[in-house]
C-alpha cells in the first residue's frame, strides 16, 4: 500500500494563484482610482485657490480706485477690449490689470502675475447714477476669468469711493 505524502497538489496551488491574482486586480483598480481622485481633487483645489487669491488681489485694488484713466475708455466700459483697465488709485499711482494672453498682470513699476495659465478674461464698469447727484459714476466692476482646463471664476467690485465718468 502507498503512503499519502503531506502537501498541497498542483490544483489546489493553481487557484489559490488565480484567487490571489484576482484580489491583486481589484486592490490595483482600487488604488489607482483613488491615486487618480486624490490628484484631480487636488489640482482643481489649487487652480480655485490661485484664482481666489487673485481675484482678492484685483478685488482690493479697484475697491480704492480714486480715478480711471479715459485713455482707456470706449463708450460702455473701462475696458480696452474687455482685458485691460487702467486706474488711480488713492495714493495717486497709476496701475494697470491686463491680460496678455495666458497671465493677468497687475502693473505698477513692473508686471506682477496675478495668475498664469488662463484662457480668457474680462473687466466690465458699469456706470450709474450711485450716488443721486445726476452723474454717471462707476456703479461696479466685474471681473472673471477662466483657468485652462477648470471653470470661470467671477466677482463684482464696488468702488469704496466716488468715480465720476471721465470726460
Known amino acids: 500500500m502507498r503512503r499519502r505524502e503531506a502537501g498541497f497538489t498542483l ?19 482600487f488604488i489607482t482610482t483613488f491615486l487618480n481622485g486624490y490628484f484631480t481633487i487636488k489640482n482643481n483645489s489649487d487652480a480655485a485657490m490661485k484664482a481666489q487669491m487673485a481675484l482678492d488681489r484685483m478685488s482690493l485694488e479697484l475697491q480704492d480706485v480714486g480715478a480711471v484713466s479715459a485713455a482707456v475708455l470706449n463708450p460702455i466700459s473701462v475696458l480696452t477690449p474687455n482685458t485691460l483697465i487702467t486706474y488711480t488709485n488713492q495714493a495717486g499711482e497709476v496701475r494697470t490689470i491686463g491680460f496678455d494672453g495666458s497671465n493677468i498682470y497687475l502693473a505698477t513699476a513692473a508686471n506682477n502675475v496675478l495668475i498664469d495659465n488662463i484662457d480668457n478674461f474680462q473687466v466690465n464698469a458699469v456706470y450709474g447714477n450711485v450716488y443721486n447727484v445726476a452723474a454717471n459714476d462707476v456703479a461696479y466692476i466685474d471681473i472673471g476669468f477662466t483657468v485652462h482646463g477648470y471653470s470661470s471664476f467671477s466677482t463684482r467690485v464696488f468702488p469704496r469711493n466716488r468715480i465720476p465718468h471721465p470726460p
Open 11 to 29: 490544483i489546489e496551488i493553481i487557484v489559490t494563484l488565480v484567487l490571489v491574482a484576482i484580489l491583486s486586480v481589484f486592490a490595483g483598480l
